[in-house]
């Protein structure tokens, strides 16, 4: 197993890191669906069908939307902690009394935070990093890297996961820590 990545160079000319080289994580081949990833469970050694893996999927990702919606976390165990995060614009309100959510909220998201052994230390420590090819074209840069922060976030995460950061170990940086700009891996 390995985490692919590609070698990208800041351009932005108003960053302190301009000019610099850094790794932007990629992925492989096709983005697994709901129906790829039953089929794949399905073909390990269980005795459930695609179909009936499906559908316990598809009540689940359902399930999670809903609790978070309620404002609730959901935690799988040993993958993530699904909650909602919200970005707030980077002025904030003056005073509390001035705080609108039309005028100092941009968005909500969905954050996923590392858990259990899937945390970016385990992930560091067990994963084997490799350059992708120059000459390989089946693969996606990362929606979350933002090639202008080459950090990729600046956010800091709740208790249970780990800073946010671009280099894809599993975590969602940020909160509504006043200009948030959602951090690593928010789901979208």
Known sequence: ???FYRKYQNKNPHSVSYG???ARAVTIGKTFTVEDLAKHMSEHNTPYSKGAIKGVLTDMIDCIRELM???KAVKLDGLAIFS?????????????EDFS????IDSVYMRARA??????????????VTELPKNYTDYHEEDEDDPQNPSGGSGSS???????GGDNGGTSGGD???????GGNDVN
Not at 89 to 94: N, R
Not at 101 to 104: A, D, E, I, P
Not at 158 to 164: E, W
Not at 176 to 182: F, K, L, R, S
């Open 101 to 104: 959510t039309t005028k100092h």
């Open 176 to 182: 509504n820590n006043g200009g948030d700009n959602g």
């Open 69 to 71: 919606l309620e404002g």
């Open 20 to 22: 610099k080289w850094f």
């Open 1 to 3: 197993m390995s985490v």
């Open 158 to 164: 709740q208790s249970g996961g780990t800073s946010g």
């Open 115 to 128: 858990t259990g052994e899937f945390t970016r230390a385990e992930l560091t420590k067990a994963g084997s």
């Open 84 to 96: 909602a995060g919200i970005k707030t614009k980077k002025k904030g309100a003056p005073t509390s």
